[in-house]
């Protein structure tokens, strides 16, 4: 074999192996890029499912808020119903008594007159006979049978209202027991709603168990939040500067003579005249022991920016300051939501409640009970989650508080 095909065969292996290298990194390439397309797919499937589960423990929240509204109604009606039926078995107890009474008095009177045999009035008056006891036992008769007729209309007037008092019970007692079995009900959907929203956060933190998902979904809370507050500051700038005008306006009021602010300047300068430097000042919204404080860290570089309160559930959530309501709705992560606006860049936010007592655009007093404590946005454990904010920017709430 010559010099010459010794080299062709060396360079056709050398050839041949960079094709076979080559159909191998391409086979490769192929079944990575298949991968992230599958490993995609997957990803987009759980956002999806998660959206769903959000949207899901959306629903059962506001449902559960609906039936603890409706329960707290049911309760009071109840309650004035049992009034009500006590009222009338009193009422009823006291009617029979004089019922019985009348009866035997009416009695006697009868009973006497039949002693008297047939010496009735209407004999001496047709018996042609004049004298002065003859006159007298008429005019007794005649008193003695006009008693007896009003003592029958009274006690035909005490049976009337007996039957009354009666059919009114009867009817209150079906109300009662119609009342009871709804009442009945809806605690079975409340229970059976709060076991599907256990359910539902149960999914949720499993399908979040990647810190980085938490991180992610964090980040996507608190964007939504700070656009809700954009879009409500928006909606509600109008009124705000109108207001600001009007306080302004007092202002010089009261600059240039000695005028006194009436009831509904005085409450307007309070609620636009913001919350002033932090000089522990206000009453806490709600009376519990802090679980997480402003500045701690929340998840990888993310920090709470309020605190969170733990309460009683069902406590009342009240207004630190005077102001305004300028959002009143559930988002996500937050669960039911007050915000309200005190002017000058001022605002309090209150989150994770049960349910809300108040609307947008409702002018709130300090200290007024604007939502119920609860555990909504998913949480654990019923708590509050409190923020204040100037400008946009969330401060240390803590500084205001008492």
Not at 130 to 153: M, V
């Amino acid at each position: 074999m010559s010099i010459y095909q010794k080299i062709a065969i060396i360079v056709l292996v050398g050839l041949m192996k960079v094709n076979f290298s080559y159909a191998d990194d391409n086979q490769l390439l192929q079944s990575l890029r298949h991968s992230i397309e599958e490993q995609e797919k997957r990803l987009a499937q759980q956002k999806k499912e998660r959206t769903e589960l959000v949207n899901d423990l959306k629903e059962q929240e506001t449902e559960i808020a609906k039936l603890l509204t409706s329960i707290e109604k049911n309760d009071l009606s109840l309650r004035k119903l049992d009034q009500d039926i006590n009222s009338l078995v009193k009422q009823i107890d006291l009617l029979t008594v004089k019922q019985k009474q009348q009866r035997a008095v009416l009695a006697k009177q009868l009973e006497s007159a039949f002693k008297l045999g047939n010496a009735t009035g209407f004999e001496l008056v047709f018996s042609g006979e004049k004298s002065e006891r003859n006159d007298r036992i008429i005019t007794y008769f005649s008193y003695i049978n006009n008693a007896r007729q009003q003592l029958i209309a009274e006690l035909e007037d005490t049976q009337t209202q007996l039957a009354n008092k009666k059919q009114e019970l009867q009817k209150k007692q079906e109300t009662h027991k119609a009342l009871q079995s709804k009442q009945k009900e809806q605690q079975a959907g409340l229970e059976k709603n709060r076991q599907n929203r256990q359910k539902t956060i149960s999914s949720l933190e499993l399908s979040m168990q990647e810190n980085q998902q938490k991180l992610a979904s964090l980040r996507n809370n608190e964007a939504k939040l700070q656009a809700k507050i954009a879009q409500a500051e928006k909606e509600s700038r109008r009124i705000a500067e109108e207001e600001a005008r009007q306080a302004k306006h007092i202002e010089e009021k009261q600059k240039n003579t000695s005028y006194t602010l009436n009831p509904d300047e005085r409450a307007l300068m309070a609620r636009v005249s913001g919350i002033g430097k932090p000089k522990h000042q206000f009453n806490w919204p709600v009376s519990g022991s802090v679980a997480h404080r402003f500045g701690e860290s929340l998840q990888g570089e993310l920090h709470w920016k309020g605190m969170v309160i733990n309460a009683k559930d069902g406590a009342q959530v009240r207004a630190i300051a005077d102001g305004r309501v300028i959002l009143a709705s559930w988002l996500q992560g937050y669960g039911f939501v007050v915000a309200l606006e005190h002017g000058k860049g001022d605002m309090s936010l209150y989150g994770y409640n049960q349910r809300i007592l108040v609307e947008v655009g409702d002018k709130i007093q300090n200290g007024q009970a604007i939502a119920l404590i609860g555990s909504s946005g998913g949480q654990n454990t019923p708590a509050l989650y409190f923020e204040i904010r100037r400008d946009g920017k969330a401060l240390d709430p803590s500084g205001w508080l008492k």
